[in-house]
């Protein structure tokens, strides 16, 4: 505001030289215009983009997780049947080695426990992060709608006050 202020205070330049477009300065750094240049464009595309490919990325890490989840589960169900047919050969032979085998499978079931709820969690947290990237392109969606909502409104309040003084102007021309 203090810009537009500014700019009321000072001469105004030609309208073939703003051709619609109004700068609007925020802390030094954030400039909009009425029209997108293709500089805009290209660095928007490049952001979509990398953030296109950061997702894929993502997406097929999340995959390789999860068939490592997967083939660990199985692994683990193979080897707790092939230790449960070894103890039952154990057992048949009254072995000396019973307790140890009885310790292993304790061990094994204890493991195969803790990986259920670890493959809860795994799933939970993926549509947990599914959520938050919906929430995330509402609100970056919402925000380009603010911006193109901005940038109209900045243009318009440009081209009033273009129109006021071109009629005060004039007013000043007919005394005269």
């Known amino acids: 505001m203090m810009q537009i202020e500014q700019q009321q ?12 477009q109004l700068t609007v300065q925020n802390s030094g750094s954030l400039s909009f215009s009425s029209h997108l240049s293709k500089e ?21 890490k999340k995959m ?26 154990l057992e048949a032979l009254a072995d000396p080695m019973r307790k140890e085998v009885a310790q292993v499978r304790k061990k094994i079931d204890a493991v195969n426990k803790e990986l259920k709820p670890l493959g809860h969690t795994c799933q939970k947290k993926e549509r947990e992060y599914k959520e ?40 000043i021309d007919s005394i005269h």
């Open 9 to 20: 205070q000072q001469p105004q330049p030609q309208p073939s030289q703003q051709q619609n």
């Open 40 to 60: 805009d464009e290209e660095i928007s595309k490049s952001a979509l983009s990398t953030f296109r490919a950061k997702e894929e990325e993502i997406e097929r």
């Open 64 to 89: 390789a997780v999860r068939e490592k989840v997967q083939l660990q589960l199985g692994r683990v169900e193979e080897e707790t049947k092939r230790l449960a047919v070894i103890r039952e050969e």
């Open 132 to 171: 938050a990237l919906e929430a995330f392109n509402e609100k970056n969606k919402e925000k380009v709608q603010l911006i193109t909502k901005l940038m109209e409104l900045v243009s318009e309040s440009e081209r009033l006050r273009m129109k006021k003084l071109e009629e005060l102007s004039k007013s």
